[in-house]
Nanobody, 125 residues
Framework: VQLQASGGGLVQPGGSLRLSCAISGFGPGYYAIGWFRQAPGNEREWVSCMSLIDNSNFFADSVKGRFTASRDNAEEKVHLGMNNLKPEDTAVYFC???????????????????WGQGTVVTVSS
């Protein structure tokens, strides 16, 4: 399994970015994608997750109402849309994949064995 996160960059407060996670090398089954972020000096923090079976998605309270999740089946990518960005959203963002035994997704980083390399998001004026 390989995951490749992209789409990070420098944006002003109030701006938007869309992160993408390209996924390859996984077989049939129940899977979920998690998005996590880690700011300098901080613990890794859960941002969002999406079930790739029923497309249900969930968001941390800190980003709810500002971030969205979507998928592109043709390109085998999932996206994290980030709107109204704040300086506290500055972090390295990671996508991660887990094979599950049932639908849904988890906010627990230690349940995801497959991780992408991260993409840097900087929100600053």
């Amino acid at each position: 399994v390989q995951l490749q996160a992209s789409g990070g960059g420098l944006v002003q407060p109030g701006g938007s970015l869309r992160l993408s996670c390209a996924i390859s090398g996984f077989g049939p089954g129940y899977y979920a994608i998690g998005w996590f972020r880690q700011a300098p000096g901080n613990e890794r923090e859960w941002v969002s997750c999406m079930s790739l079976i029923d497309n249900s998605n969930f968001f941390a309270d800190s980003v709810k109402g500002r971030f969205t999740a979507s998928r592109d089946n043709a390109e085998e990518k999932v996206h994290l849309g980030m709107n109204n960005l704040k300086p506290e959203d500055t972090a390295v963002y990671f996508c991660a994949l887990v094979r599950r035994t049932h639908e849904g997704c988890s906010p627990a980083a230690n349940e995801y064995p497959n991780w992408g390399q991260g993409t840097v998001v900087t929100v600053s004026s």
